[in-house]
């Protein structure tokens, strides 16, 4: 079983739809990264979380610890949001690990 | 704002051949990691640096691999006799703290 899952694995929207993205996770975690790599391969940070909710603009990371589950929510999608979005966690030691991530395509 | 730079964003080298990957991290950072990812595949740790030594390693990190801090700046990855399963898109992160990871924009591996 992997540690961690995402889904879904694909993703296809209008613009302007709502989207959620899930990961859910079998390990004890110090924190839940969510990570975005576009197609030229380079991975850009976009939330690190422990607890609750967090916002930065048109994107929303939430986490439930008991349950062992964090969604990424995009509001208002546009096209520059197509991108793979990767879940990670931060077992208790150092290291990260990695869902297998979500391709998201939106079409205007 | 301040963030993790790689160098060069593509390597291309010959199976056998010693290369080293470059990472400058974040400058008041003290967790330094690599992962790697495989064309279409997940990414994976490599190892984890800390207090000038390694703190964890996967399996994927043999003999075959070292890193280093050689100026208190730069964070590099040496890969001793490239295979050509060593084609990968190489990560490096720093953090402040054990929770966070800031990436590096990767450099691109290929062994012909």
């Known amino acids: 079983k992997n540690e961690v899952e995402q889904s879904p694995q694909n993703l296809t929207a209008q613009e302007g739809e709502f989207i959620t993205i899930n990961c859910s996770y079998s390990?004890?975690?110090?924190?839940l990264h969510w990570l975005q790599q576009h197609p030229g391969g380079g991975i850009v940070s976009l939330f690190m979380?422990?607890?609750g909710k967090k916002k930065h603009g048109r994107l929303i990371a939430t986490i439930n610890i008991q349950e062992k589950h964090s969604s990424l929510h995009i509001t208002a999608s546009h096209p520059r949001d197509s991108a793979v979005y990767i879940c990670?966690?931060?077992?208790?030691?150092?290291?990260?690990?990695f869902g297998t991530g979500t391709r998201l395509q939106v079409f205007p | 704002e301040p963030e993790v730079t790689q160098t060069p964003s593509h390597q291309v080298t010959q199976m056998g051949q010693e290369v080293i990957l470059r990472c400058v991290p974040i400058s008041n950072h003290l967790y330094f990691y690599w992962y790697r990812q495989i064309l279409g595949q997940k990414v994976e740790f490599l190892v984890s640096f800390y207090n000038n030594e390694i703190s964890e390693k996967s399996e994927i990190f043999d003999d075959q691999f070292s890193v280093e801090r050689p100026d208190g700046s730069n964070f590099t990855l040496k890969i001793r006799s490239t295979k050509l399963e060593d084609s990968a898109m190489y990560f490096c992160?720093?953090?402040?703290?054990?929770?966070?990871?800031?990436f590096g924009p990767g450099t691109r591996l290929t062994v012909t």
């Open positions: 979380l422990s607890s």
């Open positions: 390990v004890g975690i110090s924190a």
């Open positions: 992160a720093s953090g402040l703290w054990t929770y966070e990871q800031y």
């Open positions: 990670a966690v931060g077992d208790n030691t150092d290291k990260l690990i």
